[in-house]
């Protein structure tokens, strides 16, 4: 039980950290490029930048359990960081045509589903999200997004369900924001 904690406690200090260098990145409108995601998973893992070629990126096939139980099996990725960055480029396109949820929503989804790194894919992807929201405006917590508690974003409706959670963050934190 004490070491559950202390895990619990380790991952969430790196994730602050790797939000404070996201957040850092979107604040000065760098462009999170494929090397910047696998810096920011880095940190989630602990892994220093040496390793980064053989420990960040995942290239063979992986099983592992959702939430719900259920086993899932990802196939073989040809080039991870060629993968990243499609999506990255994606995301910003759509961010930039003003569909700033969408691309949050998108470069959330596309990560967790795609699982280019050996671990720590969903967070990740939420410090993805985060920087999409906070680069154009949008001023969701990054920790709020961190807690999204999702079912499969393979079963139907939980993309949608993801949208409206960010819309009505996105919303709630607007209207918090002082004028």
């Not at 080039?79 to 995301?91: G, I, M, N, W, Y």
């Not at 949050?104 to 967790?112: D, K, R, T, W």
């Not at 280019?116 to 999200?129: C, G, I, P």
């Amino acid at each position: 039980m004490a070491a559950d904690s202390l895990k619990r406690q380790l991952e969430r200090t790196r994730f602050e950290r790797a939000l404070a260098a996201c957040e850092s990145l979107a604040d000065r409108r760098a462009l999170l490029t494929a090397s910047e995601l696998a810096r920011l998973n880095r940190i989630l893992t602990g892994k220093k930048a040496e390793d980064e070629a053989t420990v960040t990126w995942r290239e063979g096939p992986v099983t592992f359990t959702l939430p719900s139980g259920k086993t899932e099996t990802m196939a073989l990725i040809a080039d991870p960081v060629q993968t990243a960055r499609e999506k990255l480029h994606r995301a910003t396109e759509a961010a930039e045509a003003g569909a700033v949820i969408d691309a949050a929503v998108s470069i959330y989804a596309n990560l967790v589903l795609s699982a280019l790194f050996k671990d720590a894919n969903r967070r990740t992807a939420v410090l993805a999200a985060h920087y999409f929201l906070r680069r154009y405006g949008i001023p969701v917590s990054g920790l709020a997004l961190h807690e999204i508690g999702l079912g499969d974003l393979r079963e139907e409706g939980q993309l949608d369900a993801l949208r409206e959670t960010i819309s009505q963050m996105a919303k709630f934190a607007a209207k918090q924001r002082p004028r």
